[in-house]
C-alpha cells in the first residue's frame, strides 16, 4: 500500500453543521424507524435496535449527504451542473437530488455495480441524469469523475470526503437520540469512506459523550483501519468488492481527520470482541474501535435479516449487525445497528448463499483424482459422503491420463462438525483427494 500523508489537516465538524444540515433535508428525507430487534436481542443478550436507512427514499442514507451539498449550491454552480462518482447508494441521493433540484448531473459507476443499482440511478435522476460506467472500483470511477469536473466546470459532489456530506450523514445520530428514550450505550456503523462514522462520531462525541461507537468494514476493505494505523488515509493495492458499497480502496482525507481526531483505535478483525470490552468495562467513558468482518458473515447477517425480520439488506447493510456475532455486549445494553442500505440485486442472492455456506462451514471444495474405472464414483459415494452430505458441483478439470481424471468437486455438509470425519473416510480411501482451502489461488480461481 502506498504510505499515509505527512500529515493530514485537522477538519472541524459539529453538531450545529449537522442541526444546520438537518434542516437543509428535510424536504426529501424523514426521520428512518428505529426499530427493536427481539431475535437479535435475545441472541446477544443486550437490547438491539436497527436503525432502518434502508426506508428513505433512495433507500440508503446517502441520500441525506448528497442533498445537503447540493441543497447549499450557489446559481451559477447549479447552472454548471454536478459530477459524482458512486458504487451505487451515493449515486441515487444525487440523481433524486437532481431531478427535485432541476440541476444536471454526470454520474460515474464502478462497472461492477449491480444492474438493480444502475436501474435505479436512471428512475431517480430521469432526464436530468446521464449515466456512465467506468473501471473496475469506485476509485477508478472517482477518477473519471474528477476529470469530467476538471474539464467541464461542473461540480464535484463527493459521496464521503468533504464535511458537508459528512454533516448530512451525520443527522442520524440526531434522530437516534430523538427516538430513544434515553441515549445507547453502542452504535455500530458500517464504514466505507468513512463520511458516515465522521458525522455519527462528531454528533454522539458532542451530545451523547457515554456512547461508544464501533466502526466496521469488510475485511476485504479496510482501509479506514489501514488509515488508524498508519497515522494517515493510504491507498490499499487492492479491496474486495463483493461488500460494493464499502469497497473504497482509500479512506477519505475529511472522515480520517474527523475519526482520527475524535480517538478511534484500530483493531484487528480476530480481537474485535476487545473493542466490546473496551466498551464495558470504560466505566462511563465511551471508547471508538474500529474492526473488520469477513464478507461470508456478512452474507450470513444477509440472510438472517431477510428471513427473519424480512428486510433486504445489500452486503453493506448488513455490515452492522454481522459485527455482533464478534462482540461481547454487556446483558442489557442499548445497541444500535445502523442498516445503512437495501439497494440489493435479486441475481447476487446464489453468491450470497454461497458465501455464507463457506462461512459457516458447510460448504467445501476438493480437487479429486478418480480412476478411470467402473464404480469410481459410486465408491466415493459410498466409502466417502456420510448421509447429510450432498454433492453440489462435479466438474472434470482435465484428464492426466489414461488412468485418473481430476474433478472439482463442491460438498455441501448436514452440519459443520461433519467436516472432520469427512476428510477421515476421504484419508481411508484409495481415491486421492485435496482439500482447497478458502483463500487460497486455487481456491479463487476454480470457484
Known amino acids: 500500500m502506498t504510505h499515509a500523508a505527512d500529515s493530514v489537516r485537522e477538519i472541524a465538524l459539529n453538531v450545529a453543521d449537522i442541526d444546520a444540515a438537518a434542516e437543509r433535508i428535510a424536504p426529501a428525507v424523514t426521520a428512518t424507524p428505529l426499530e427493536s430487534s427481539p431475535r437479535l436481542s435475545e441472541l446477544t443478550g443486550a437490547r438491539i435496535y436497527l436503525k432502518r436507512e434502508d426506508l428513505t427514499r433512495v433507500r440508503s442514507f446517502k441520500l441525506r449527504g448528497a442533498y445537503n451539498v447540493m441543497a447549499q449550491l450557489s446559481e451559477s454552480e447549479r447552472a454548471a451542473g454536478v459530477v459524482a462518482a458512486s458504487a451505487g447508494n451515493h449515486a441515487q441521493g444525487v440523481a433524486y437530488a437532481c431531478r427535485s433540484m432541476g440541476i444536471a448531473g454526470r454520474i460515474f459507476v464502478p462497472t461492477s455495480t449491480p444492474k438493480q443499482k444502475r436501474d435505479r440511478i436512471r428512475a431517480h435522476g430521469g432526464e436530468f441524469v446521464e449515466l456512465i460506467a467506468v473501471g473496475d472500483t469506485f476509485d477508478a470511477a472517482a477518477a473519471a469523475a474528477e476529470d469530467d469536473a476538471r474539464r467541464t466546470g461542473a461540480t464535484m459532489i463527493a459521496p464521503f470526503d468533504d464535511v458537508r456530506t459528512a454533516a448530512g450523514q451525520g443527522t442520524i445520530a440526531r434522530e437516534i437520540l430523538d427516538q430513544l428514550p434515553s441515549p445507547p450505550d453502542l452504535v455500530i456503523v458500517p464504514v466505507g469512506g468513512g463520511g458516515l462514522l465522521a458525522g455519527i462520531a462528531a454528533y454522539l462525541h458532542e451530545r451523547s459523550p457515554k456512547t461508544s461507537i464501533v466502526g466496521v468494514e469488510p475485511a476485504g476493505a479496510a482501509s479506514m483501519t489501514a488509515a488508524l494505523i498508519a497515522g494517515g488515509p493510504v491507498t490499499l493495492p487492492e479491496v474486495e468488492p463483493f461488500v460494493d458499497g464499502t469497497a473504497v480502496k482509500r479512506i477519505g482525507d475529511v472522515p480520517y481527520s474527523v475519526v482520527a481526531r475524535l480517538g478511534a483505535e ?91 455456506l463457506v462461512h459457516r462451514g458447510l460448504k467445501h471444495y476438493f480437487l479429486v483424482d478418480f480412476p478411470q474405472e467402473p464404480g469410481a464414483l459410486r465408491r466415493f459415494l459410498d466409502e466417502v459422503l456420510g448421509p447429510d452430505d450432498d454433492i453440489t458441483l462435479f466438474e472434470y478439470v482435465k484428464r492426466n491420463n489414461r488412468e485418473t481424471g481430476a474433478a472439482l468437486v463442491g460438498i455441501e455438509l448436514g452440519t459443520a462438525d461433519g467436516l472432520a470425519p469427512l476428510l477421515a473416510r476421504m484419508d481411508a480411501s484409495r481415491i486421492d483427494a485435496q482439500r482447497l482451502e478458502p483463500g487460497s489461488p486455487a481456491y479463487r480461481y476454480l470457484t
Open 266 to 356: 484500530a483493531v484487528s478483525h480476530s480481537s474485535l470482541p476487545l473493542v466490546a470490552t473496551i466498551v464495558q468495562d470504560s466505566l462511563g467513558a465511551a471508547s471508538f474501535g474500529m474492526g473488520q468482518i469477513d464478507e461470508g458473515a456478512v452474507c450470513t447477517a444477509m440472510l438472517e435479516l431477510y428471513q427473519n425480520e424480512g428486510i433486504i439488506a445489500e452486503p453493506a447493510g448488513a455490515l452492522s449487525v454481522a459485527a455482533l456475532e464478534q462482540l461481547r455486549l454487556e446483558p442489557g445494553a442499548t445497541v444500535v445497528c445502523l442498516i445503512s442500505g437495501g439497494n440489493n440485486d435479486v441475481s447476487r442472492y446464489g453468491e450470497v448463499i454461497e458465501r455464507s
